[in-house]
Structure formats: C-alpha cells, structure tokens
C-alpha cells in the first residue's frame, strides 16, 4: 500500500531536550511538507521541500530543522529553542505538478 | 499572499438535516481549492478539490462545493448528514506549486 508514515503516533519529551519525528512516504512524490495543528488555529506550516538536498523554511520555522537526504524521508527535530512544542505534527507530500497534499496520521508531542 | 476563513468554528446539526460549512479566501492571483476532513487523532484526508472548469465539485460521500469567484468562496454543503461525518473541516487555498494555506477548522458535530 502507498502512503506515508509517522512514527512515533504519541511522544513525550522533558522540556530542553531535542526531538525527532519521523516522515516516510513510498508515493515517490517529489515534494513533502512539515505542519504544526494547534486547537482553533488550522494548520501552520513549518517546513517544505520540493527536491531532495534542498528546503525551505514556512510560516513558523524558528526551533526547528529538517533535512532532505532521501527522496522517501524528511525527519523533523523540534529543538530546545522551540518555546511551545506540544502540538499535533503532521507530514504531508505532494507530486511535482499537483497542488493536492497526502497527510501521514501525525504525531503527538508532548513537552513535560 | 493568500488567507482563508473559516466563518464557523463549530457547527453542530441533527442527522439527516442539511449542513454549510463556508469558506471564504482572499487572493490577488488565481487559486486552487481544497477540502480536507479530519477525525479525531489522524491526518487529513482530501475530500474534494477545485482545480478549474466545473465550478461545482462533488466528492464520493455526498458532499459539494461551489467555486464562486465573484464572492471568493468556497462553501461545502451536504443536503442530508449522518452521524460518520462528525469530524473537522479544513478548507485550503493554493495560488502556487505546492504551498497550502489552510483555514482555522470548523468542528462539524452530528447529532442522533
């Protein structure tokens, strides 16, 4: 089955620690993309790549890194510097040319 | 740059009556248009996008939305609900490759 994967679905962390949240798809989409969903506030995007060894910062990249080394894979590391992480994280990705995204079901972060 | 608004943030309706769930999108350049759902605790998933020609989409499950450029809207309608489609919508534009812009949510919650 195609699709894309999240691990770990929950994740709880102490505060000042970094973490990384894993993104896989098998959809050999070109593009994939980092949101963070808080209650009432949509989803925000965090990061995107449209290409492998290449990405771009979104709305709300501070206390965050990505990396694009695999066509299949873009991990998330929510670092120290993030003052407010606990949120629902969700990986999407997209072909080159469409405009539709695939959403994995997310992970859960929890900063005690 | 485009925005999206959601009009409700929650909406709740007996089952089998008619539901709206609008959204309205601001942009100074031509758009694409999409609907996605999301039950507790996953990712989301496309219900129905707008792309070009047809002004009026459908998706599988009954539901539709009527592009209206004069208005700049995109509201979602189902003529009769059931107690599954209890979820949240998320309402997106895209005026270029690949980035969404997503509205706040709307909480649709289907009464017996």
């Known amino acids: 089955d195609g699709g894309i994967t999240q691990s770990p679905k929950y994740l709880f962390r102490k505060e000042g620690q970094n973490v990384t949240l894993s993104c896989e798809q098998n959809?050999?989409?070109?593009?994939m993309y980092w949101y963070r969903q808080d209650p009432g506030q949509g989803l925000r995007l965090i990061y995107y790549?449209?290409?492998?060894?290449?990405?771009q910062k979104g709305d709300i990249a501070e206390g965050y890194s990505v990396s694009r080394e695999k066509k299949e894979s873009f991990p998330l590391t929510v670092t120290s510097a993030q003052k407010n992480p606990t949120a629902f994280y969700l990986c999407?990705?997209?072909?080159?040319?469409?405009?539709?995204?695939?959403f994995g079901p997310g992970t859960r972060l929890t900063v005690l | 740059a485009q925005s999206v608004t959601q009009l409700d943030s929650q909406v709740p309706v007996f089952e089998e009556a008619p539901v709206e769930l609008r959204c309205n999108y601001s942009?100074?350049?031509?758009?694409?248009l999409f609907w996605y759902v999301q039950y507790p605790n996953q990712g989301l998933q496309l219900l129905l996008k707008?792309?070009?020609?047809?002004?009026l989409v459908e998706s599988i499950n009954g539901f539709e939305a009527e592009f209206n450029k004069s208005q700049t809207s995109f509201h979602l309608r189902k003529p009769s609900v059931h107690i599954s489609d209890t979820a949240e919508y998320f309402c997106?534009?895209?005026?270029?490759?690949?980035?969404?812009?997503f509205g706040q949510g709307t909480i649709l919650t289907v009464h017996p």
């Open positions: 790549s449209q290409i492998v060894n290449d990405f």
């Open positions: 997106a534009v895209s005026a270029s490759y690949g980035k969404l812009t």
């Open positions: 707008y792309l070009s020609g047809s002004t």
């Open positions: 959809l050999n989409h070109d593009a």
């Open positions: 942009s100074s350049v031509s758009v694409y």
């Open positions: 999407a990705s997209s072909n080159q040319g469409r405009n539709e995204q695939f």
